[in-house]
């Protein structure tokens, strides 16, 4: 059997709905922050699966549960107990504001489960979520709903009701969209998907103070800035504003589907048996994934030294935004999730940019249209942080 790119390629373009752009690369094997494709070609990946791969692919630990785990149970249903999901919740209760979690397998359904529970905490007629502008949520029909950019609802109307999007930065125009139907505000402490924009503290803390004055639940969708990947374990922990209930994804499970809705005791009462639920949710082997990759996280040198990798990424990425003003403006976001913010030229090459790449063998992407991304595994060393920051400059030299 023919297993080239192309032929891959050529295969899943027989089978597959179109609702990928995808690259014409098929992935054949990773080994911490490297990746080969079908034709034996090598990358060095600054993208991680979007903030997924945090601990680099197959980072031996990890593996190693997964395969322990596979060979003692790989499913039963959440009707019984597990020894992983427990480990894996006990975890993130010991580490976070949280005092209770519920297992879900994605992002968007970690969302969907904190929306449902806003609303049936917070009893009849208090339905109504506010997120913000260029906010993503997830695909589903409800985080999508909750999603604020106009381009992810369209063709899908009606959306279901009661959500509504405030302007960024605006806690006047948000006050006013309060009203008695009102339950939670949503919000990412950064913003991946419209370009690693990040929410500062006086602004969090802005809305964490319009909550408690209206009586609203403040949500954070951590799933893509949770897990290490801005520097602690989660984002709210370096802001200081701690949110009511709080969702996470991408990293738990190093590349395991895996997600965790997060609350405190008192609001996780609203969800008794029958409310909500997940078949797979937690799954044993996901979990066994998730637990490997918090306690390598929680080990004491590990923030620190993500910590220094990340000043160093953003000094030279400034550098770069110094010497390509025609195509750069600025650096923003924190820890290993970074952005370069384009300029309007920039912007029109950004494409461009992410394919060349692409090309030499580096793997990066270009997000909301506004940032080149960087999320690499925060394993990544500074001699591979020089090479990707090598490849970019001559890249930007080529197009500007
Ligand atoms: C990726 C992402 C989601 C959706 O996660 P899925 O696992 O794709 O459903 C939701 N919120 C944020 C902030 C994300 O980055």
Known sequence: M??????????????????????PVAMVKGEGCRLIDADGREYLDFLAGIAVCSLGHCHPAVTEAIRRQAGELV?????????????????LVANTFAEKVFMANSGAEANEAAIKLARIYSGEGKYGVISLEGSFHGRTL?????????????GFEPLPAGFSHAPFGDLEALEKMIDETTCAILCEPVQGESGVRPLDKEYLQGIRDLCDKHGLLLIF???QTGIGRTGSLFAYQQLGVV????TSAKGLGNGLPIGAMMTTAKIAEALVPGTHASTFGGNPVAS??????LKIMLEESFFPTVMKKSEYF?????????KFPTLAKGVRGNGLMLGMVLTEQGITLGTDIVNRLLAKGFIINFA?????RFVPPLIVTIEEIDQLLKALEETLAEVQ
């Open 2 to 23: 023919e297993t080239t790119n192309k032929a891959w390629q050529e295969k899943g373009n027989q089978v597959f709905i179109g609702n990928y752009a995808r690259y």
């Open 75 to 91: 499913h039963v249903s959440n009707l019984y107990y597990t020894g992983p999901q427990t480990e894996l919740a006990e975890l």
């Open 142 to 154: 409800a985080a999508v709903a909750a999603t604020g950019q106009p381009k992810f609802h369209q």
């Open 221 to 223: 969708d951590e799933v």
């Open 243 to 246: 949110p009511d209930i709080m």
């Open 288 to 293: 066994a994934a998730g637990v490997a990759t």
């Open 314 to 322: 953003q000094a030279k990425l400034r550098e770069l935004v110094e």
């Open 368 to 372: 909301g249209a506004a940032a080149l």
